[in-house]
């Protein structure tokens, strides 16, 4: 598997290149965001981890432009930021990245998000089949769900919320990328409403509410 680590500071990229090849990744790097742009073409990555404050194109116009080119747009993106950096975090998430860490960050932390992201890439989707995950099991062509043996009446907006995080467990979902994925003229939603939304649904989903994990000025995310 191919990394390629986007940072202007050379002791960052390496430490990632380090933890990543002690873990039998191979890694690329490079220092500007327009470098990143043209090794993502030439050399086709599996992922990137890519740092938002870059010199000339940023890391959010790298990103933006990595997930509207069909030769990329497939390729997990993980992002790097400075503690405190809740906003542009998010919009990160919303312009197409897979996952966050905040600088500074343990290299045994990066590896693992490395490792899913890529377990979850290698992974045919099904958008429309049951989704089986932890205790719950998901039927979007009977609009049922089911915690452990027991059926959960949920309304079309809830189980449209849940479908949305459980099908990406441990990805994290900016509010905006929720409403963008179960937004419809017959249930209008938004993003503040999310929150009322999850909290309900955790109600009625009981003990397995607790999957739906609160990420702190980004989202949520389903508990992998």
Known sequence: MKVLVVDDEADIRELVRLNLT???????????GEQALSLSRAKGPDLVVLDLMLPGIDGLEVCRRLKADPKTAQVPIVILTAKGEETDVVTGLEVGADDY???PFSGKV???????LLRKAAQPADEQGTIKVHDLTIDPSRHEVWAKDK?????????????TLARRPGFVLSRYQIVDSVHGDDYPVTDRAIDVQIVALRKKLGPCGRYIETVRGVGYRFKD
């Open 151 to 163: 059926r959960v009446d949920l309304t079309r907006t809830e189980f449209n919320i849940l479908r």
């Open 22 to 32: 002690r873990e039998g990744y191979e890694v690329l790097d490079c220092e500007s």
């Open 110 to 116: 990066l590896v693992a998000r490395v490792r899913r």
């Open 101 to 103: 860490v905040a600088k």
